[in-house]
């Protein structure tokens, strides 16, 4: 956990960090001092009736008073700045993991999003409770007991009465509620899922009048929540309240027996209210001991939870430094990859898409086609065999520079919540006002948002429909102007007029791009120059359109079905 916070601290935040228990020090050293001085202004100065020496105390007690304000509020500026930066970077760092992840199912987001708000929340706090307490209540206990058996050594029984079973007491509290916290934790993780989901598919729960179902998961885990919670705030419930018992009785001992010995001469009443001052503070140095305890507990279970996500680092650091060459030639050289070593996805793939060429993909579904896709743009790595661009490894190639060569329109690719504008230059923020009027043509865009890009686009474009978002999306992919174009189930949403009309522009403004199209639609990819049929993560067959319909009785069959028996003569 150390590592994890020295890691996100640098220049002044670190410093703050080793300042802040420094001026802490400072702070208890100076507050241990004022029992000790009210002790002697009631002792000396008040029995002697001696008031200026009871002025000249005062005026000690006061000055020391207001330099502990200070030194305490340097702490808390420090401590503060460090936990801040520390909490600013951290949350960046595992930002930037979990956008660089090129495996989406790895971090789930509900979990993700609890782990960068609130993990890094009970980090932060730990930070801030490190620098102070940590110094601060052991300096004050142990101080303040070496200070109460200095001051009154006929009451130290009580201390070591007292004090032993408040540490056997607490110890065995923070024992039992530790694991509760913990379990808390996951808790709040399964709500977080549950929350999404209900909040992303509302539409298909109410298509499915899931509601009651819905809401009884919701309520089970929340109930569960409550439970849990419950038996940690009923373990620790008794801790502060027995503090104050054991304060109280100590002190109530303290003047009974403290007063037996005044009244016979062998005690001071500065030396009682001496003493008693210790106790209190004693005790809060305690009650802030447990509470550092708690939060350290539960910091720790948080620093597993970041370090779990800061582990994926090595997972996404993504390997290549090369620029994509200018040769758009694809080729894939037995590749074989699977999620699972039990079951490949794809099987010995070979391929090759000469620069310029169209590639279509059709297949059965589940067959592979995306996973394809997603290994020529490096989102997963872990495969057998090579896959080249223009003759160099893609992996040679850096992400940026293999991005920028292809770009992919997905069937459900997310819109950004913002203007239109500002969806269809992400990929290009240089695009000039012509570049995105030619890419929102190709994609048949314009009849819809017209030639005004700053029309609102809600959150994951919900104003819009599905086959216009596609279009969109179709749009942002096209206005990059790639060498390599890749279109999954692009248009999929999109009426039969429409699809027709963007496969004409698609090829009216082909330059020398090279495209993969995958489809179900056998005329959006019967023109291809190439065409494979992907069956069970192999490629089945492949050829031209009038090559296939003689040779794949399952081609044969989708064009059959598809566009009539004409189109097998
Ligand atoms: N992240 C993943 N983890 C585990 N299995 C996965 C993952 N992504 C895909 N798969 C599995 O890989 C197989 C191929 O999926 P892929 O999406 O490539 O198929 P597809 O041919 O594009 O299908 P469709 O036409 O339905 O889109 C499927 O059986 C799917 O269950």
């Not at 992996?395 to 269809?424: D, P």
Request: glycine share 6%; net charge neutral.
């Amino acid at each position: 956990m150390l590592k994890i916070l020295f890691d996100h601290m640098h220049g002044w935040a670190r410093v703050s960090f080793f300042l802040a228990p420094i001026a802490i020090m400072g702070e208890a050293l100076l507050d241990l001092q004022q029992p000790t001085l009210m002790a002697r202004i009631v002792d000396v100065g008040l029995a002697r009736k001696d008031m200026t020496y009871v002025w000249q105390t005062a005026i000690l007690m006061a000055v020391i008073a207001v330099a502990a304000f200070a030194l305490g509020a340097i702490c808390n500026a420090f401590s503060s700045y460090a936990a801040l930066k520390m909490g600013q970077n951290l949350r960046s760092h595992m930002l930037a993991i979990a956008l660089a992840d090129r495996d989406p199912q790895a971090l789930k987001p509900e979990t993700l999003i609890t782990r960068i708000t609130n993990d890094v929340t009970q980090m932060q706090t730990m930070v801030s409770m490190l620098t102070r307490g940590l110094i601060r209540s052991p300096m004050l206990l142990f101080g303040g007991i070496v200070m109460s058996m200095i001051v009154s050594p006929r009451l130290s029984w009580i201390v070591l009465i007292a004090l032993p079973i408040l540490a056997i007491y607490i110890y065995v509290v923070v024992r039992r509620s530790l694991p509760l916290y913990t379990a808390m934790q996951g808790q709040v993780d399964v709500m977080n899922r549950i929350m999404s989901e209900n909040l992303t598919g509302a539409k298909t729960i109410k298509a499915y009048v899931l509601e009651d179902h819905q809401r009884t998961q919701f309520n089970t885990e929340n109930h569960n929540l409550q439970q849990i919670s419950q038996r940690a705030v009923l373990a620790t419930v008794t801790l502060a309240p027995l503090i104050m018992l054991v304060l109280n009785l100590a002190v109530v001992a303290a003047l009974a027996y403290g007063g037996n010995l005044a009244i016979s001469g062998s005690m001071t009443t500065g030396e009682i209210m001496a003493f008693v001052n210790y106790m209190i503070q004693i005790t809060t140095a305690m009650t802030n001991t447990v509470n550092l305890i708690t939060t350290f507990s539960r910091a720790v279970t948080s620093s597993a939870r970041v370090s779990a996500v800061l582990a994926e680092q090595a997972g996404t650091e993504a390997t290549g430094t090369l620029v994509a060459p200018a040769d758009s030639t694809i080729a894939f050289n037995h590749v074989t990859f699977g999620f699972s070593k039990s079951r490949p996805i794809l099987d010995d793939i070979n391929l090759t898409v000469p620069s310029g060429q169209w590639l279509g993909i059709i297949g059965s579904t589940g067959s592979g086609k995306t996973t394809l896709i997603a290994l020529l743009t490096r989102l997963y790595e872990h495969y057998q065999g090579s896959i080249t661009i223009g003759g160099t490894d893609i992996q040679k190639i850096s992400l940026a520079s293999l991005h920028k060569k292809i770009t992919v329109a997905l069937q459900n690719s997310l819109l950004f919540s913002g203007t239109v504008e500002r969806n269809l230059d992400y990929g290009a923020p240089q695009a000039t006002p012509a570049q995105l009027a030619s890419g929102v043509a190709i994609a048949s865009a314009t009849e819809f948002i017209g030639t005004d890009y700053t029309a609102p686009v809600e959150e994951a474009g919900k104003n819009f429909s599905g086959g216009q978002r596609q279009r969109l999306n179709l749009a942002r992919a096209i206005i990059p102007d790639p060498d390599i174009l890749v279109m999954d189930d692009a248009t999929s949403a999109v009426d039969q007029e429409t699809n027709t009309a963007i496969q004409d522009a698609l090829i009216k403004n082909r330059r020398n791009r090279s495209t993969i199209i995958i489809s179900q639609r056998v005329p959006n990819i019967m023109d291809c120059d190439q065409i494979i049929v992907m069956q069970n993560g192999r490629i089945t067959a492949r050829g031209t359109h009038d090559e296939l319909v003689k040779s794949s009785p399952f081609y044969a069959q989708l064009v059959q079905t598809q566009l009539g028996g004409e189109y097998l003569d």
